[in-house]
């Protein structure tokens, strides 16, 4: 039996669209004959996708949106993966995004994919290189972001090695005190954690006021949970 290729599924999906009573109108018609073409399209493209892809034109980096989120050939929109920067008028947002422009705007890029290729908004989800130097990596050295997993990454052992890249260039910015980890803030006597949590917070954080003591971990500094991965809750902003 011939197998389905991409153009045959669409076909066949579209006559089971002629079949519909609403098929008669032709707003209707063109409206989800559009949608259906988009799906396919999407859908090979996310398929298409691997880890260390060979620069292309789809992965050419046209615009900087922040320090970790830029557009790509196409509209295609790209969050960087493991990594959390400044909003908008918080400390180093115009560096992290000066550096990303400077780093990788125009440039050709090789994108590394962990479980989930894309995010709730659609974005693609990637450790972005430009030639062999990881923009991820580099932010986080610099002191202008700080690391920011989730369990999927954690289970990924495909990605374990990159983790702990990205985790050591945090360590070397905290010992360095360099970017964010330079400003002066009033430290709690302690933080806390949930047990298999990936993020940390103030003793008096509503994410953690209703867990029983024994279920909880507590640091006694603020660099403890940094320098083990977890990352500030964004809530209580420890």
């Known amino acids: 039996m011939k197998p389905y290729t991409t153009r045959t599924r669409l076909q066949r999906a579209l006559h089971a669209l002629s079949c519909l009573p609403f098929w008669r109108s032709w707003r209707w018609r063109v409206t989800l004959g559009a949608l259906v073409v988009a799906a396919f399209v999407l859908v090979r493209f996310v398929a298409e996708i691997g880890n260390d892809v060979k620069p292309d034109s789809r992965f050419q980096v046209v615009k900087v949106i922040d320090g970790d989120t ?95 890249e990205l985790l050591q260039a945090q360590r070397f910015a905290l010992s360095e005190r360099r970017g964010l980890w330079s400003l002066k803030r009033a430290e709690e006597e302690r933080y806390v954690t949930t047990k298999r949590s990936l993020r940390f917070h103030r003793p008096n954080c509503r994410s953690v006021h209703n867990h029983p003591p024994a279920t909880l971990r507590v640091f006694e500094s603020r660099n403890q949970p940094l320098n083990e991965g977890l990352s500030p809750c964004r809530t209580c902003r420890p």
């Open 70 to 164: 830029v557009e790509l050939t196409d509209g295609e929109r790209l969050r960087l993966l493991f990594i959390d920067t400044p909003e908008r008028g918080e400390p180093y947002y115009d560096s992290a995004t000066a550096l990303v422009k400077e780093l990788a705007l125009g440039q050709f890029g090789n994108l590394r994919f962990g479980k989930r290729k894309r995010d709730g908004y659609g974005r693609l989800l990637a450790t972005l290189f430009v030639d062999t130097l990881n923009v991820n990596l580099e932010l986080l050295r610099r002191g202008y972001a700080n690391l920011y997993l989730f369990p999927d990454n954690i289970k990924d052992t495909s990605i374990t090695k990159l983790v702990a």
